[in-house]
């Protein structure tokens, strides 16, 4: 079991970091800037970690609705497939790696395509002891949504949100932040401004007719799948709060590591 000490999971969104309509388009000034905000304000949290997961958006995304990936499969069309999905998404980890490098945030990246082997999308096995090491060091993980290979399909997709799941249940972090370019979880996709503030295990069913999938091509289910998973973990773990909020508007990210709530909240 992880030391205890204050650890925050904080999910950059592929509607974020890229431009979900147009294929391997990095959002590249928002990258830039969005790296800068995390690393200024880790150093006014001393003493606290941190460990990054980012989505795939118009990289990872669009090539695995091609051929999709995250189905299954055999034979060699399969897994070109399966490796051109790895190399898109590899390279947007590289971007993201390369801009915290340059504001000098002690990043290490951690691909669960070279870790994990799971079983019908569910994670079967991955030695998380580097990652809590790295923590332990001050060190920032970085995870991504990612193709691992499957005992039962032979290959498929995990979402961050499905990593960040393994990892909660492994390294207990007090809060997960997800940031997206939306303010939170819309009550209605008509009214834009009227979110849903708080969201519980037990208001869940309520809240999935008004969910939709992600706009632009997400092979890993979109807004009603991120609302799901959270809501089934912070059930599993009640310690643990998630948010769901905007991270485009410049200072959110770094009020949300600070502690202030933002957007859509989901606790047990």
């Not at 949100?161 to 393994?166: D, G, Y």
């Not at 208001?203 to 809501?231: C, F, N, Q, W, Y």
């Amino acid at each position: 079991m992880m030391k205890q000490y204050d650890l925050t999971f904080l999910k950059l969104g592929g509607s974020l970091i890229t431009n979900k309509s147009q294929p391997l388009t990095p959002s590249k000034a928002l990258i830039n800037s969005l790296c800068g905000e995390i690393a200024q304000t880790m150093k006014l949290l001393p003493g606290s970690r941190l460990l990054i997961g980012h989505g795939s958006g118009s990289f990872g995304h669009t090539i695995a609705s091609q051929y999709q990936t995250q189905q299954g499969g055999e034979g060699s069309g399969y897994w070109q497939g399966f490796a051109d999905v790895w190399h898109a998404a590899r390279s947007l980890n590289q971007i993201i790696i390369d801009n915290f490098a340059e504001v000098n945030l002690p990043v290490i990246a951690f691909p669960p395509s070279s870790g994990i082997i799971s079983q019908d999308q569910t994670i079967q096995s991955w030695d998380v002891r580097p990652i809590q090491s790295a923590l332990d060091h001050y060190l920032v993980p970085i995870v991504q949504g990612d193709v691992v290979f499957d005992t039962a399909l032979g290959g498929t997709i995990l979402s961050t949100e499905q990593v960040f799941i393994h990892l909660a249940e492994n390294l207990l972090p007090q809060r997960i932040l997800m940031a997206g370019l939306d303010p939170g979880v819309f009550k209605d996709h008509e009214k834009p401004d009227d979110i849903i503030v708080h969201i519980t295990p037990q208001t869940i069913e309520k809240v999935l007719p008004t969910l939709s999938g992600a706009k632009a091509s997400d092979v890993t289910g979109g807004m009603r799948s991120k609302v799901m998973l959270m809501a089934n973990l912070v059930q599993k773990i009640p310690n643990i709060e998630v948010q769901i909020f905007s991270g485009f508007e410049k200072g959110n990210i770094q009020k949300a590591l600070q502690g202030e709530r933002l957007g859509t909240l989901i606790t047990a």
